[in-house]
């Protein structure tokens, strides 16, 4: 990204100063409030701390739909500065754009977002935008396979580095077998979905709405499902831009708490908006949207999440995705940044 100008105040100072000229506020410590000079008259001087956003948009995440659908970043921000969409193909895609500072927002797995801070990606979960059920294990639709411990022998594609992979590993320990029971084929999940359907794999660590796509077109059957096995949906964010561009930080978690308020009036066009971008029937993206996702959950990132990432965590650490548990540890403690969304005010955010 490219900074306009050094900034010359501090975080709280500069979110003062966009709240009087009517855009959203930054994010400050108790120590800057302390510190924050005299913010009168900034109104007609203030600025952005950058002129570029990048942010991420999924189909496994709706609220990032909706955003970049009613273009409320673009209006709030104006043409001050330029909003750019990436699309993530998944939690490893997401993860990959961030480390490589190609995205300064992205949408991953709470499970990817642990992994990917456990292995040194210098990110912090800034919002909690769902909880779905996006994850099952499914087989063709002529398959015989019809529990977990039947896999043993097969081929199983699942995208390394993502909450299928995950709910997979799960999966099998629950089930009684070793990774080393089945062979993986680590496919992107639009590939995993194509070897399934083909049968060149006998089952897949499914991730919707491809998953429920494949269901209604292929007959796809979901042999095992479980919604603990499934991660939150986490927003991250660098933690250099976190430091830098605090206001631009707050303005994305404020447009995800206005889609998330939207989403829960709007469930049709929400629905609708899947479809397009997933190029599925709309029957289909209501079974994901209606059936198997949970928008009304808490944003701000906090203990719930830590319960389920502390289950997986071992597991990372046994299949060696993960060197130790003290890399876990060191992760799960530093992983949350609740602040932006504590004080989120979708008010802040243009447009209807």
């Known amino acids: 990204m490219n900074a306009r100008r050094p900034l010359t105040f ?26 924050a000079p005299d913010t009168s008259g900034a109104a007609a001087t203030s600025e952005w701390s950058d002129d570029e956003l990048t942010v991420d948009f999924a189909t496994y995440n709706p609220l990032s739909l909706i955003i970049k659908d009613q273009g409320w970043l673009e209006e709030t921000l104006g043409d001050d500065v330029e909003v750019t969409w990436l699309q993530s193909a998944g939690s490893n895609k ?26 040194g990606s210098p990110i912090k979960t800034i919002d909690i935008y769902s909880q779905p059920e996006w994850s099952a294990i499914v087989v063709p639709a002529d398959s015989s396979i019809t529990d977990v411990s039947q896999l043993a022998g097969t081929s199983v594609a699942a995208t390394k580095g993502t909450d299928p992979y995950f709910f997979l590993l799960q999966s099998l320990e629950e089930a009684g077998l070793a990774l080393s029971d089945v062979e993986v084929q680590n496919l992107q999940h ?32 979901l042999i095992y499902r479980n919604i603990d096995f499934n991660t939150y949906g986490f927003l991250n964010a660098t933690e250099s831009f976190l430091e830098e561009n605090p206001d631009l930080a707050q303005v994305v978690v404020d447009a995800y708490e206005k889609a998330r308020a939207w989403a829960q009036e709007n469930p ?29 959950v808490d944003p701000v990132p906090g203990q719930a999440q830590l319960d389920v990432l502390e289950v997986v965590g071992p597991i990372f650490v046994e299949s060696g995705d993960v060197a130790s548990q003290a890399d876990i540890d060191r992760a799960l403690d530093s992983l949350l940044e609740p602040s932006l969304a504590e004080q989120a005010d979708p008010s802040a955010i243009a447009g209807s």
């Open 94 to 119: 997401a993860n990959e754009a961030l480390r490589a500072g190609a995205v300064d927002v992205g949408s991953t797995a709470g499970s990817a977002a642990l992994l990917a801070r456990a292995n």
């Open 190 to 221: 639009a590939d995993g979905k194509t070897a399934l359907e083909n049968g060149s794999v006998q089952a897949w660590a499914g991730l919707d709405p491809l998953m429920a796509a494949s269901e209604a077109t292929a007959g796809s059957k």
């Open 10 to 35: 501090t975080a709280t100072a500069l979110a003062a100063a966009l709240m009087l000229s009517g855009c959203v506020a930054g994010e400050g410590s108790a120590e800057a409030a302390d510190a």
């Open 268 to 296: 049709e066009e929400v629905v609708r908006i899947l479809s397009e971008v997933a190029g599925i029937d709309p029957v289909v993206a209501e079974k994901v949207i209606i059936e198997r996702t949970n928008l009304g």
